[in-house]
């Protein structure tokens, strides 16, 4: 099923995802880090982490929307999107929690703040299974001509599926 909002022949939510899925994972990672340096640089660099995150997420959101609303009724592939988008407000819900918690401090957050980015990380591997379980397993976003041999999405003939593979 062919995303309906594109952009040079790719799936929009696609290109943008990848944005907040790194930089709230990265906020972790400085989190971490400050606990095994004592740095409180890391939990700054944490802090303005999670909001470029969230913005990311907010951006990437309505694309995500979009093709869900084109994903056909009663199916499977409609249920576990409504799980993937439900899931990543859920995360966006625990960052914004955790940069909201850091806001008076953000060189040394609380533990509320790190246990909400904890937990928000631990979401967001399991919606992003379910996103790919969307594309690789269901074809939701997949040029509806893609194969091995397709030509590029910029050339003017789009993919054609291949006859007898």
Known sequence: MQTKVRLLGHSVHQMLVVFPLG????????????????????????????????????????????????????????????????????????????????????DAPAALALACSFAGAALSLVTGWLGGELVDRMGVGVDDGANLDAPSSLSRPQAQLRRGH
């Open 23 to 106: 930089l709230l994972g990265a906020s972790v990672a400085f989190d971490v880090l400050r606990w095994i340096t004592g740095l409180v640089q890391m939990s700054l660099v944490s802090y303005y982490l999670i909001a470029a995150g969230l913005i990311g997420g907010v951006i990437a959101a309505p694309f995500g929307l979009a093709d869900w609303l084109a994903i056909p009724r009663e199916t499977r592939a409609r249920r576990v999107g409504a799980l993937h988008g439900s899931g990543n407000a859920v995360v966006l819900a625990l960052f914004f929690a955790s940069w909201w918690l850091r806001r008076s401090a953000p």
